[in-house]
């Protein structure tokens, strides 16, 4: 059975960071675009970054330049690393695979950050920012 398994949320103060892992079981992450999305408190779930089977990335505007997404594929395992953390940042942080169209090409615009593009989805992690 498919599953990806989030980890490393937790409770950061402001200005800190935090690195989330996504590992994938039964599911190869390297052959597949995987994301992570954010869903704040009362908010609809965004997608905040994607990585490709041939590691191209995209970035939601609302974290580029404070988040890294990248790929270990020894551990089977995607990262995003969080830096100058606020408490806008609190969530629950999701990782999802898209396992059917195995695009590795360029993403324009807000490609690979919508829901409707994923099929598999991991339970999240809370990242709670706070002092």
């Known amino acids: 059975q498919s599953q990806l398994v989030e980890s490393g949320g937790g409770l950061v103060q402001p200005g800190g960071s935090l690195r989330l892992s996504c590992v994938g079981s039964?599911?190869?992450?390297?052959?597949?675009?995987i994301a992570w999305f954010r869903q704040a408190p009362g908010k609809e779930r965004e997608g905040l970054s994607c990585?490709?089977?041939?590691?191209?990335?995209n970035y939601a505007d609302s974290v580029k330049g404070r988040v890294t997404i990248s790929r270990d594929s020894t551990k089977n395992t995607v990262y995003l690393q969080m830096n100058s953390l606020t408490p806008d940042d609190t969530g629950i942080y999701y990782c999802?695979?898209?396992?059917?169209?195995?695009?590795?090409?360029?993403?324009?615009?807000?490609?690979?950050?919508?829901?409707?593009?994923?099929?598999?989805w991991g339970q999240g992690t809370h990242v709670t920012v706070s002092p």
């Open positions: 999802a695979a898209d396992t059917v169209s195995y695009y590795s090409g360029t993403f324009y615009g807000r490609r690979g950050l919508y829901q409707h593009e994923y099929d598999i």
């Open positions: 039964g599911l190869p992450l390297d052959r597949y675009i």
């Open positions: 990585i490709s089977s041939s590691d191209t990335t």
